[in-house]
């Protein structure tokens, strides 16, 4: 499948209005590169902590739109032939009205050819079956090697929008979680995206697990992951919302139930949950985190200590960082 580009060189301040515009005349699916910081929120879907410095904004945006092309080699949008001609002159014309009441910059079109790619599948080239420890952790698109037949599989389809496992901050949880587990625990996984945390702990023994993400693709994630392992869907639970601001889903997470809670996310993000958590986990419960850069240790150390939690370890891959600590049993007697 072959498919036509068209980019438009604009600024940011345009994007939204020029997307939604080429919308309307049947482009969608628009791509944009600029140099606008992520924000905190976007920061706050990542499964990293400090990312690479960028270039300054310099309020330039290219929005690239792809059209496919038949083998007859005409293009089509929604679903009817179109010559290449007229949606340019159709993008041009729409570029010039919206120029008349907002500065869109340059505001220029290039029209390129792509390669014959699978944009649905073709990142799949890039995840293939690795290990962590003795654990083998595999696609559906490949197979079990005979060598590999006694090991514990995790099938993981992770999607273009969450973890494979591949990063040290998950290797780290997995591992304390294999430590710290007792048959029959309960779990909260804390920033759950594609599931591997939980469907682990539920491999590795435990009895139930919930997980709380602010993302809804997050559900069908979990739900193909979960079924890809066999995992009996009354056993792993899914919310959706920000547990650490919004009592309705504290609420139904509920208090002082959990033996681990996990938490792959951000520090920034660890200090403010650390003493909301508390009150999810039993007295004695485990709290295991990661998504900690090595600088950023001491602070999620502190904020876990200033929570009343007792730091059990510290870990290190690479540049990242690991810490569990526990919850005290007299926590729990507050009420007695």
Known sequence: MKWKKF???????AEDIIISTLYDIGLEGAQIEDKIPLTSWEKE???VDILPEGPEDDGIAYLSFF????????L???GEPIEEKTILEKVEQELEGIRQFMDIGEGTVTVDETEDIDWINNWKQYFHQFYIDDILVIPSWEDVKVE???????????GTAFGTGMHETTQLCVRQLR???KPGAEILD???GSGILSILSLMFGAGHAVGTDL???AVEAVAQNSQANGIDPSRFEMLIGNIITDKAVQDRVGYERYDIVVANILADVLVPLTPVIVNQLKPGGIYITSGIIDDKEETVVEAVKAAGLQVLEVNHQGEWVSVSACKDFLSGQKES
């Open 190 to 192: 804390v920033g759950t």
């Open 76 to 78: 089509m949008v929604g």
């Open 67 to 74: 059209v496919e092309e038949n083998e007859e080699g005409s």
């Open 148 to 158: 590999d037949t006694n090991r514990m599989v995790l099938h993981i389809d992770p």
């Open 179 to 181: 430590k710290y587990m």
């Open 215 to 217: 993302d809804e693709c």
């Open 7 to 13: 980019k438009v060189k604009t600024i940011t301040d």
């Open 45 to 47: 879907q990542m499964f």
